[in-house]
Antibody, heavy 121, light 107 residues
Framework: QVQLVESGGGVVQPGGSLRLSCTASGFAFMSYGMYWVRQAPGKGLEWVAFIRFDGSYEYYADSVKGRFTISRDNSKNTVYLQMSSLTTEDTAVYYC??????????????WGQGTLVTVSS | DIQMTQSPSSLSASVGDRVTITCRAS??????LAWYQQIPGNVPKLLIFDTSTLQSGVPSRFSGSGSGTDFTLTISSLQPEDVATYYC?????????FGQGTKVEIK
């Protein structure tokens, strides 16, 4: 069965950096795009970043562009999110998710349990 | 950027009621529209993709419809286990956008 396990969350000071990891199993990781999506406490879902199956394309939400970098290591079945210049607005549970590509549309069919990032002094 | 606006923000209905949630896009998005269910304390779950295609294992009381800018999620007969927040999600040229969510409760 598909499993996505995030790690790397924690408390970081404003202006600091953090790297999240998501290790996948149960599917052909190298054949699927991957996402990071976040959810601030008590708020809705916000798409953060997407990386193509082969790492050749990356897309970012405007709110994180230039500060966050998504990457992947297909030999380790792992996708990463490098976050820098963090602000309190980045406090959220960060989920990784697997892409489901259908009829030219992209959807998120499996989600990890999430890792909490708290930006606070 | 495309904005996705859901209505209502919350609703309360009785078991067995027909429930409809609307999602409006700020511009046409073809059929690249999905719906997710997030039960309190759980991670989001894909219910419907490509506007109207039911994800495997999702009960048939859930259905989706729409085109262009206006889309709907319908629960034909609300069940206690459907208490959750529902989100629409669009895809357009390298941008993914979620609606703000609709919280569904039992009256």
């Amino acid at each position: 069965q598909v499993q996505l396990v995030e790690s790397g969350g924690g408390v970081v000071q404003p202006g600091g950096s953090l790297r999240l990891s998501c290790t996948a199993s149960g599917f052909a990781f190298m054949s699927y795009g991957m996402y990071w999506v976040r959810q601030a406490p008590g708020k809705g879902l916000e798409w953060v970043a997407f990386i193509r199956f082969d790492g050749s394309y990356e897309y970012y939400a405007d709110s994180v562009k230039g500060r966050f970098t998504i990457s992947r290591d297909n030999s380790k079945n792992t996708v990463y999110l490098q976050m820098s210049s963090l602000t309190t607005e980045d406090t959220a549970v960060y989920y990784c998710a697997k892409d489901w590509f259908y009829e030219s549309g992209h959807y998120l069919d499996y989600w990890g349990q999430g890792t909490l990032v708290t930006v606070s002094s | 950027d495309i904005q996705m606006t859901q209505s209502p923000s919350s609703l309360s209905a009785s078991v067995g009621d027909r429930v409809t949630i609307t999602c409006r896009a700020s511009q046409g998005i073809t059929n690249y529209l999905a719906w997710y269910q997030q039960i309190p304390g759980n991670v989001p779950k894909l219910l419907i993709f490509d506007t109207s295609t039911l994800q495997s294992g999702v009960p048939s009381r859930f259905s989706g419809s729409g085109s262009g800018t206006d889309f709907t999620l319908t629960i034909s007969s609300l069940q206690p286990e459907d208490v959750a927040t529902y989100y629409c999600q669009s895809y357009n040229s390298g941008t993914w956008t979620f609606g703000q969510g609709t919280k569904v409760e039992i009256k």
